[in-house]
């Protein structure tokens, strides 16, 4: 089993950045696959990016593919998100999430644990 501890969020302006951080705990990190997503109000949650286990691949929505950048750090048990050039539209709730596999692809479904989320608002 593993707990996710996301942190990072925060209120920014259109055009600013964001360094997501999510600190994983209990069995060994570099044995998950990682994904962000998030969930706005009203909209059902959503994949935003993801990185296999050793790091060697990565995957991202279409609506971000550009602007925000998945990392992982596997000697300190932590994945990232660097979220730049943002949108109102990016304004939600990012949860990061934890598959025991090598990869777990876009469906949030294939994620068997979940942090408890970061919000992050983006101003017009």
């Known amino acids: 089993q593993v707990q996710l501890v996301e942190s990072g969020g925060g209120l920014v302006q259109a055009g600013g950045s964001l360094r997501l951080s999510c600190a994983a705990s209990g069995r060994t990190f570099s044995t998950y696959a990682m994904g962000w997503f998030r969930q706005a109000p009203g909209k059902e949650r959503e994949f935003v990016a993801g990185?296999?286990?050793?790091?060697?691949?990565?995957s991202y929505a279409d609506s971000v593919k550009g602007r925000f950048t998945i990392s992982r750090d596997n000697a300190k048990n932590t994945v990232y998100l660097q979220m730049n050039s943002l949108k109102p539209e990016d304004t939600a709730a990012y949860y990061c999430a934890a598959d025991y596999a090598y990869w777990a692809g876009t469906s949030h479904t294939s994620y068997d644990y979940w942090g408890l989320g970061t919000q992050v608002t983006v101003s017009s």
């Open positions: 990185i296999s286990r050793s790091g060697g691949s990565t």
